[in-house]
T-cell receptor
Framework: EAGVVQSPRYKIIEKKQPVAFWCNPISGHNTLYWYLQNLGQGPELLIRYENEEAVDDSQLPKDRFSAERLKGVDSTLKIQPAELGDSAVYLC?????????????FGPGTRLTVL | AQKITQTQPGMFVQEKEAVTLDCTYDTSDPSYGLFWYKQPSSGEMIFLIYQGSYDQQNATEGRYSLNFQKARKSANLVISASQLGDSAMYFCAMRELRTGANSKLTFGKGITLSVRP
């Protein structure tokens, strides 16, 4: 069974440029998460989807970040415009459901460098 | 608010030895789940083991076991027979269960483990 797929793995852009990350969750997983991981820290949730509905986007900086999961499967996270402080790893995860004990499975992440 | 604390500095262990990685947590929710993840240099977070707050026995998965001490609010990961491939960052995480969909998985800052040949 394929795991969570993310692309690109690495992205280098200049500040003020837009950037987009793509995630394909494990087949059959209804819940999808986007996390931000700064160097030396644990991941922090940005947004959670139940099918195509964003059920928790309280941590998403909505002035520059946006996300979508139009058909309830794959998802895109966008930053426009990017700032120097956005340099980090962006992780996507999925789970069967959103019960507290449902294990979240992570993709390899996208390492973003903003110059 | 839920909180996870991992304060050990970088850990070193000799190959084939056992090692314990510490994790303490704080929550007011009596129902919660504890997770451990491994993150090698490749970047992917790999799920290792889960412990529910009401589970009667400590969780085990192969070489991984969880030393769960509820009264002390600790959930230490024990890796037996360390292998070179165990060298990675290890994250402890918790999610409150009572609040359900409004809760989120909260991670600690992680511990670096290096296995020496």
């Amino acid at each position: 069974e394929a795991g969570v797929v993310q692309s690109p793995r690495y992205k280098i852009i200049e500040k003020k440029q837009p950037v987009a990350f793509w995630c394909n969750p494990i087949s059959g997983h209804n819940t999808l998460y986007w996390y931000l991981q700064n160097l030396g820290q644990g991941p922090e949730l940005l947004i959670r989807y139940e099918n195509e509905e964003a059920v928790d986007d309280s941590q998403l900086p909505k002035d520059r970040f946006s996300a979508e999961r139009l058909k309830g499967v794959d998802s895109t996270l966008k930053i426009q415009p990017a700032e120097l402080g956005d340099s980090a790893v962006y992780l996507c995860a999925s789970s069967l459901g959103d019960r507290g004990h449902d294990t979240q499975y992570f993709g390899p992440g996208t390492r973003l460098t903003v110059l | 608010a839920q909180k996870i604390t991992q304060t050990q500095p970088g850990m070193f262990v000799q190959e084939k030895e056992a090692v314990t990685l510490d994790c303490t947590y704080d929550t007011s929710d009596p129902s919660y789940g504890l997770f451990w993840y491994k993150q090698p240099s490749s970047g992917e977070m790999i799920f290792l083991i889960y412990q529910g707050s009401y589970d009667q026995q400590n969780a085990t998965e192969g070489r991984y076991s969880l030393n769960f001490q509820k009264a002390r609010k600790s959930a230490n990961l024990v890796i037996s027979a360390s292998q070179l491939g165990d060298s990675a960052m290890y994250f402890c995480a918790m999610r409150e269960l009572r609040t359900g969909a409004n809760s989120k998985l909260t991670f600690g800052k992680g511990i670096t483990l290096s296995v020496r040949p």
